[in-house]
């Protein structure tokens, strides 16, 4: 039997990977030494004390929201994006986003109604995951429909909290594909500088690979430009043209066709943004549901609250949606929505 490939459109995200039971542990990276468990736990006295409200805001006590956030991996990145310079610096940066996620409006401006009029060419969408389960957050900037603002801005941050969304047990970080081809449109420096500052200040250790194809002349000059800005751990993980199949990134079941994979995604955003909005809403209440189960406090461990909940949705999904039976989709994947045809 050759191999098979999918023929059918697709127009929907695809389902977290399961996380097979043989490797359901936390991953090793997460095991604290004592010196950085010894930071962690002033950090976490630091956000539980009865008294603690964000400085230098109105209503300052943190909200369930922001107590979810500050997950036991949330802090830990942090803290590893601060080179474990200590409790204080940690604590610093973690304040910053917070502050940050209340001031740009991540609780109540935005919005999937506030975002969709950038939304409606696909010029940027989650589809599929990298072999490492990363969700791939594309970016195509020739489908840019709007002029620069600060609502391309919100767009961005909101689609960043969907791809967080829908990262499964252990995922921490994303896979960011941008393909510059038909003539695609530079963004201005200033547009390119407040994405890297959103990017490193209040996403940090969220950027697993950063891969770029069709990159014309001018747009690798721009690249050089801006390059400055990155910082080196987020320079070292960007990668030009690669071959991501070939390469052993991707597997070609969950990679769009345009970057070698068999794919044949389809953007119709009539199909697509309510899939999106709906799957990644009922996600986060689930997350929340579980959080809440689990003691609804600072510091719990995401790995904890996600590993309850997908082997729950898992076993669900085997009832509620169709698995083709072929060998070109894993056992572990099932898709919302379009049925794939299979063929030898």
């Not at 956000?47 to 964000?54: A, C, G, I, P, Q």
Request: proline share 6%; charged share 30%; with cysteine.
């Amino acid at each position: 039997m050759g191999e098979s490939k999918t023929t059918e459109s697709l127009y929907e995200p695809l389902l977290i990977p399961r996380i097979p039971a043989k490797v359901q542990t936390a991953p090793p990276e997460l095991t604290l030494t004592s010196e950085h468990q010894a930071q962690y736990d002033l950090i976490l006295e630091h956000f539980t004390k009865e008294d603690y409200v964000l400085p230098k805001v109105e209503n300052g006590q943190l909200r369930d929201e922001e107590k979810f956030w500050l997950s036991f991996e949330c802090i830990h990145r942090y803290m590893r994006a601060t080179k474990w310079a200590g409790a204080k610096a940690a604590i610093k940066r973690l304040e910053e986003t917070l502050i940050w996620r209340r001031e740009f409006g991540l609780y109540d401006l935005l919005t999937p109604e506030h975002v969709e009029p950038e939304a409606v060419t696909g010029k940027m969408v989650i589809f599929g995951y990298d072999v490492d389960g990363r969700p791939a957050l594309y970016l195509r900037p020739s489908k840019q429909n709007t002029e620069e603002s600060v609502r391309q801005m919100h767009f961005l941050t909101w689609m960043l909290e969907r791809t967080v969304d829908l990262m499964g047990p252990g995922i921490e970080n994303l896979a960011l594909m941008v393909d510059f081809a038909d003539r695609a449109k530079n963004p201005s420096i200033a547009q390119s500088r407040a994405t890297v500052n959103i990017l490193q200040n209040h996403y940090p250790e969220r950027l697993g690979r950063a891969l770029i194809i069709n990159v014309p002349f001018l747009v690798n000059a721009f690249f050089k430009v801006i390059t400055p800005f990155l910082d080196p751990v987020t320079r070292e993980k960007m990668r030009f043209n690669p071959s991501c199949v070939r390469e052993g990134l991707f597997s070609s079941d969950s990679l769009m066709r345009e970057w070698g994979g068999d794919c044949a995604f389809e953007y119709k955003h009539e199909l697509y943004w309510p899939a999106l909005v709906r799957m990644c809403s009922e996600r986060r209440e689930a997350l929340m549901q579980e959080w809440r189960k689990q003691g609804a406090k600072v510091g719990l461990r995401e790995w904890d609250i996600k590993c309850a909940l997908d082997t729950d949705v898992q076993e669900k999904s085997n009832s509620t949606y169709e698995i083709p039976k072929e060998a070109d989709i894993p056992a572990d994947r099932v898709e919302v929505g379009e049925s794939v045809a299979v063929e030898a």
